[in-house]
């Protein structure tokens, strides 16, 4: 049987439901209205997917750590055994942004060992466009026995890692958020405009061709390589806002051939907590 690791399409999802051999969780969300992802739920979700809200279960709760730290993992982990997921399930998750939530549970997921983890390609919009439905009922499951691993400390840095390497620079950080926020025009987001200094950007949209399907490996590949300009994948630093859209950008550079880059969780909203880390406003 594939196991589905990076995407997978609509048709392949169809199939798997059918066979009763995949997981499937809604990650739809709204920053700016953090209840909309609910609401699109109830209102038709793809039969037997589960709902994961980005504050309530994919993040910890916001403080010295950014607006969405990573959740505790067993906490976690009894989330997604309520929601019925076995050891080794095939996870599928969607949202309706692309892949930007979505993203997020899968890099989760990874990081605590599970590896059958994929991201529906174009999501909500590819899944309609292809014919098929929707429900609105949430049936019963048994509880799952999935067991998290240790977490994975080789996929993350913390603030001070990305502090340390202002000096060696033996890494590149990669930032997800739009242009402008990156070269500091104020948003409502950022009470500090700006971005880590030596960092480059690449808005995690760009990851997505017209119709909102990730773009083909070889396109993927090349940006990237443009982007790192020589630096190994695996000593990237993937950040964002909060942790979150960085995900996109990992699960980008997964389909490119281009693993082992690392999430720096905090993000720029940890990041500009201590007002003595340095800010680039060029």
């Known amino acids: 049987m594939t196991r589905y690791t990076t995407l997978i399409d609509a048709p392949a999802l169809d199939a798997l439901i059918d066979a009763g051999t995949v997981r499937v969780f809604d990650c739809g969300f709204d920053l700016a209205d953090p209840d909309a992802g609910r609401r699109a739920y109830a209102a038709g979700h793809i039969p037997g997917a589960r709902y994961l809200h980005l504050d309530e279960h994919l993040s910890a709760p916001a403080g010295s750590g950014g607006r969405h730290p990573l959740p505790d993992p067993e906490r976690f982990a009894a989330v997604l055994r309520a929601a019925g997921l076995r050891r080794g399930e095939q996870v599928v998750a969607y949202d309706a ?102 960092a480059r950007n690449r808005f995690f949209k760009d990851n997505l061709a017209p119709d909102g399907r990730f773009r083909s490996p070889a396109e993927l590949a090349a940006d990237f390589a443009a982007l790192l300009q020589g630096t190994p994948p695996d000593r990237a630093i993937l950040q964002c806002g909060s942790g979150v859209t960085a995900c996109h950008n990992a699960l980008a550079m997964e389909v490119a051939g281009l693993p082992g880059a690392r999430l720096y969780p905090g993000s720029w909203s940890e990041w500009i907590s201590d007002p003595a880390r340095p800010v680039d406003r060029s």
């Open 97 to 198: 942004a692309g892949g930007a939530f979505a993203a997020r549970l899968w890099w989760l997921l990874r990081w605590l060992g599970h590896e059958a983890a994929a991201v529906l390609d174009g999501g909500r919009q590819a899944w309609l466009a292809a014919g098929y439905p929707l429900e609105t009922h949430v049936s019963e499951v048994p509880p799952g026995d999935f067991a998290p691993a240790p977490p994975d400390r080789s996929r993350v840095i913390d603030a001070a890692g990305v502090l340390a390497n202002l000096a060696t620079a033996e890494r590149l950080v990669i930032d997800a958020r739009s242009p402008d926020r990156f070269a500091g025009q104020p948003h409502p987001l950022d009470p500090v405009a700006g971005h880590i200094p030596g």
